[in-house]
């Protein structure tokens, strides 16, 4: 029976990563995605602007759409102030599993929630579910035809407050045209481009920051 690309970052973090040290964790899966096989975490390069916006903003409630192996939940995590939560989402058990021992691995599992199953079912029950008023900051890298009905949606749940930060991951490869026109045509969002590369590849990609004006 083959392992799946998931089982097979766990295995090497298991083996390579100090337990307790999360940038061990996030440097361990850097090489083997860039030199054993490529997996789609946000990556290195545009981890290092996600880490700056993280240490800019200082989340108290901070959303991530997406987790797969965890290792931006991981790399998130070792960056929040004390008392402050990440809550990131995973549609696909298999990657959920996964992420679950990787994120303990790395000793950041009191930072963070993980919840699975469709942004859309759970969107509407995030206020109730963990008495939330609003997130400070999103991050979006889970399937790219769900960033716009997402924020669409973030929106009329009241998850959004003026200031609120949306990061999105790939919005050029694989890209999500439809969210990009959203948030820079529309008068509630200012909205910035940071140019990168697809995570260990030498291809054109990028992360979107866009500030939510109420
Ligand atoms: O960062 C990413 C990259 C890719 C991806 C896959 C295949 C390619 F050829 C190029 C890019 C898919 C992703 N899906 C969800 C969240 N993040 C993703
Ligand atoms: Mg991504």
New binding site residues.
């Given amino acids: 029976y083959g392992s799946t690309r998931p089982e097979r970052i766990l295995a090497e973090v298991k083996r390579k990563a100090t337990r307790g040290d999360a940038r061990s964790v996030v440097d361990t899966i850097d090489q083997y995605c860039r030199h054993q096989e490529w997996a ?3 990556g290195d390069e545009k981890g290092t602007i996600l880490d700056s916006i993280v240490c800019e903003v200082k989340p108290m409630a901070m959303l991530e759409l ?1 987790t ?1 192996c965890g290792y931006s939940a991981v790399r998130i995590a070792s960056l929040l102030p004390p008392n402050s939560r990440l809550i990131t989402m995973e549609f696909n058990p298999v990657f959920a599993a996964i992420a679950r021992q990787v994120i303990a691995w790395a000793g950041v599992e009191d930072k963070v929630v993980l919840i699975e199953g469709p942004s859309g079912d759970w969107i509407p029950k995030m206020k109730k579910e963990f008495g939330l008023t609003s997130f400070d900051l999103v991050f979006l ?4 035809d769900c960033y716009l009905p997402d924020t669409k949606l973030m929106e009329e749940c009241g998850l959004l407050r003026t200031g609120s930060i949306l990061v999105a ?2 919005v050029i ?2 890209g999500a045209p439809d969210y990009l026109e959203y948030v820079r045509g529309s008068p509630r969002y200012e909205s910035k481009y940071f140019r990168s590369h ?2 260990y590849t030498r ?1 054109e ?1 990028g992360i979107e920051k866009s500030v939510f004006l109420g």
């Fill in positions: 789609m975490n946000v997406g797969y890298d889970h399937w790219k991951d790939n490869c694989p697809l995570e291809v990609d």
